[in-house]
């Protein structure tokens, strides 16, 4: 009776009620690694908890009235940290199921019935296919037998960039026609001179960059106060398809080149010859003396060797058609593909010539007046028209002879003169062949070099040079040194020998 009575009777009492308590809880292993669990209320079913033994999800579901734990459903990494939170994992799931069902609906694929698409090509307004010229109607495709179809983009796909190049040189050659009436040449910025200095490039960048260039008009193209304009990279007068950015002369090159005509001596040629291109530096070309008509005459070509600065007059920056193939061969035109080229016409639109044009087409469509049209059966080329401009000589008995006027006579050559002159720097920041390097000395000095009596391979030795504040003649000795080579100064050339040759005059 004093037991139940006791004050410890109560703390007793108080923990048998809890022990009972207890023996009421949701025992269960682990699903991952049996660890025994506890869970007391029935509340929490449907909810997921983290085992303290192995930090797994263990989803609580209720089995005869009591919980147990399972494997949950694998979650996505972005709702993982939802684990052993309360969200409910049925409405995610449905969640899931609903977001998939709507993108499947968005991103199914329709059904086009090919009437509608047909439609829907051919509907693409006229607008979208016009150039920026505003001239062109497409490239047009000079085949074989001559005659000229009209072809779409598609037809010369990867020349995109190539044909806008080819865009961009005639706007600014026709922003200069309607400046000064004629075609660029290079000679308006050496009027006064007998040979060109520059060429009609470096004519179009002066009239697009007005006042924003400190050089000197006057001296050479490469004269060295004018370096810092032409050793700039023009983008514009590069073909993509060209991978070779530097020309013979080491400085910037260009890829295309102004139409001379056909023969080497089309510079030359008079305005109403009939193998007269558009470009010469030596006649002033308007269009009116275009008398084939500017659709049917070439103004731009591609080249793809010998190459040259684009401030270089001459061949770098002008080509006349004279040896066949054309296309491709040794004059050097041609645009990267192998089986034809783009050319630039004179009313602006972009012809592809094939490499199997009847080579006389070309020919007249490198002429601007021969008076022949570009179809194959009309008899005729350009080269065999010559005897065309030879008029008739006027009977001159009648009238007073005339005096003829002589030219002044020339500065006397003097190699020594040459030989002088000093250049500030001269500096090879990769090694070069000796023979390009002698090549560069011929032009720079404006004496021929021989060294026909030197062993090749010694003219394929590179070598690299820094050189400051010296002469000619200084340079010469530094790259025939280099390289156990001499040279002997004649009256009109520099002839190179093998050291020690015992051919060489004694010097004074």
């Known amino acids: 009776m004093l037991w139940r009575h006791s004050p410890g009777n109560h703390r007793i009492r108080r923990f048998l009620t809890t022990e009972v308590k207890v023996s009421n809880l949701n025992r269960f292993p ?42 949950p459903i694998q979650l996505p990494e972005s709702l993982q940290s939802r684990v052993g939170s309360s969200f409910p994992v049925r409405i995610l799931l449905v969640g899931i199921l609903v977001v998939t069902w709507i993108v499947w609906f968005l991103l199914k694929p329709e059904t086009v019935s090919t009437d509608t698409a047909t439609h829907s090509e051919t509907s693409v307004p006229e607008e979208s296919l016009e150039t920026s010229g505003g001239t062109d109607v497409g490239p047009i495709t000079i085949e074989g037998d001559g005659s000229a179809n009209e072809t779409n983009e598609a037809d010369v796909d990867g020349n995109g960039l190539l044909q806008q190049r080819l865009k961009g040189i005639y706007d600014s050659l026709d922003r200069n026609l309607a400046l000064t009436g004629s075609y660029a040449n290079g000679m308006d910025l050496t009027r006064d001179e007998s040979v060109p200095r520059w060429s009609w490039i470096a004519q179009l960048e002066r009239q697009e960059n007005a006042g924003n260039l400190s050089l000197d008009w ?22 993509p398809e060209v991978t070779r950015l530097a020309g013979d002369d080491r400085y910037p090159a260009t890829h295309f080149a102004g139409v001379s005509g056909v023969g080497p001596d089309s510079e030359r040629l008079s305005i109403n010859h009939p193998r007269a291109g558009i470009f010469s530096p030596f006649r002033t070309v308007q269009k009116s003396d275009i008398v084939d008509g500017t659709s049917n005459t070439m103004l731009i070509v591609g080249v793809q060797s010998m190459l040259g600065a684009w401030a270089r007059p001459g061949n770098a920056t002008i080509r006349s058609f004279n040896q066949e193939p054309y296309v491709n061969g040794p004059d050097g035109i041609g645009t990267g593909d192998q089986d034809s080229m783009l050319v630039l016409m004179a009313d602006g639109s972009v012809k592809q010539v094939s490499a199997e044009t009847d080579p006389r087409i070309i020919r007249r469509m490198a002429a601007m007046a021969d008076g022949l049209s570009l179809e194959t059966d009309e008899n005729g080329t350009p080269v065999e028209f010559d005897d065309r401009v030879e008029e008739e000589p006027e009977d001159s008995s009648d009238h007073e002879p005339v005096l003829p006027l002589l030219a002044s006579d020339a500065a006397p050559f003097s ?51 820094s050189l400051q504040d010296v002469d000619l003649l200084e340079l010469l000795k530094e790259i025939t040194a280099s390289v156990g080579l001499d040279f002997e ?17 004694p010097q004074d």
């Open 218 to 239: 006057k001296a050479a193209w490469n004269d060295r106060q004018n370096d810092s304009f032409v050793r700039r990279r023009l983008e514009q007068y590069q073909n």
């Open 489 to 505: 100064v004649q009256a009109r050339r520099i002839r190179i020998l093998p050291k020690d040759d015992p051919s060489k005059s």
């Open 415 to 465: 190699i020594d003169e040459r030989l002088e002159q000093r250049l500030v720097e001269y500096r090879l920041v990769n090694p070069t062949q000796v023979g390009i390097l002698l090549r560069e000395f011929s032009e720079i000095a404006g004496v021929s070099v021989d060294h026909s009596d030197v062993d090749p391979e010694q003219l394929d030795h590179r070598v690299t040079l």
């Open 30 to 71: 682990c699903p991952h690694c049996s660890a025994p669990l506890r869970v007391r209320d029935l509340s929490r079913r449907g909810q997921t908890i983290q085992c303290p033994d192995c930090s797994q999800p263990v989803l609580l579901e209720e089995q005869d009235g009591r919980l147990v734990g399972v494997e």
